[in-house]
């Protein structure tokens, strides 16, 4: 298996790192909600969870850096048979994605009033003691963290996290489902192994 992507197929390093950021999405995901349903207010399971929460978000903005460096090294493979319509939808589908992957850990950062513990080895300092809080927004503009955070963690949680995160993967997988299953094309394939491919090589 190539480490590049070829003209084929995603190579070994895109396809890690594309099924890495969807457990770590999963992984976001199981924690808020099981420090929600399952833990009570200022337990120490609680803490914990919104710990790892966290950490798996700050894990997924430091691969999507790594992933578009990749993707801008590499080339892509080619699209299988469509109209121009669905190849723009699905490279339209395809940025939106990137965009959750950068939008929700720096929305995630910028509206949390505590430390990351990152998984709990080291400590990220809370965006309200950054400097570009304490001189720009603070200071500069003077908007205090209460008023601040507001408006983030409400597209955060509310709008992104709650409804068009869900939405996009939801159509993303079923896009991906319905390549493999009615098509019968290599889209899936692409991303994950060819076993044709692998009896002829
Ligand atoms: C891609 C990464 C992320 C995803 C998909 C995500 C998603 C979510 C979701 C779904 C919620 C709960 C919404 C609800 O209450 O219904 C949430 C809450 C929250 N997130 Fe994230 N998040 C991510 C990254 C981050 C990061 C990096 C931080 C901070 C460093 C963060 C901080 C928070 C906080 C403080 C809450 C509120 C917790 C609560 O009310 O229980 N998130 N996030
Ligand atoms: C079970 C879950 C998932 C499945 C089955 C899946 C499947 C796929 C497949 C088959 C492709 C190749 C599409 C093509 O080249 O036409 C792809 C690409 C992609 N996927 Fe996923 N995916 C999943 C989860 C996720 C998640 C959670 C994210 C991010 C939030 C994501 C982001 C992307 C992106 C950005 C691409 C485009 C890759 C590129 O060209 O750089 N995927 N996925």
Redesign the pocket.
């Known amino acids: 298996m190539h480490l590049k992507n070829t003209h084929k197929n995603?190579g070994l390093i895109?396809k890690t790192i594309?099924?890495l950021?969807?457990m770590l999405?999963?992984g976001s995901y199981m924690s808020v909600y099981y420090r929600h349903w399952f833990t009570e207010d200022k337990t120490p399971e609680n803490w914990n969870a919104i710990q790892i929460h966290f950490s798996f978000g700050v894990t997924i903005a430091v691969f999507v850096l790594l992933?578009i460096i990749w993707?801008l090294m590499n080339t892509?493979?080619a699209?299988?048979p469509g109209t121009a319509l669905e190849h723009k939808a699905?490279r339209l589908g395809?940025?939106a994605?990137?965009a959750?992957?950068i939008i929700m850990p720096v929305t995630g950062y910028l509206g949390t009033g505590v430390a990351t513990e990152f998984f709990f080895m080291f400590d990220i300092e809370k965006f309200p003691n950054t400097w570009v809080f304490t001189q720009v927004i603070q200071e500069g503009l003077g908007i205090s963290f209460e008023t601040f955070e507001k408006p983030i963690d409400f597209i955060h949680k509310e709008i992104l996290g709650a409804w068009l995160?869900w939405m996009?993967?939801a159509g993303?997988?079923m896009a991906?489902?319905y390549?493999?299953l009615v098509r019968k094309d290599r889209?899936?394939k692409?991303?994950?192994v060819d076993r044709s491919e692998r009896l002829s090589d």
Do not use: C, D
């Open positions: 995603y895109a594309h099924w950021t969807a999405f999963l992933r993707r892509i493979p699209e299988e699905a395809h940025y994605l990137y959750i992957m995160v996009l993967i993303h997988v991906a489902l390549h493999h889209t899936l692409k991303m994950t």
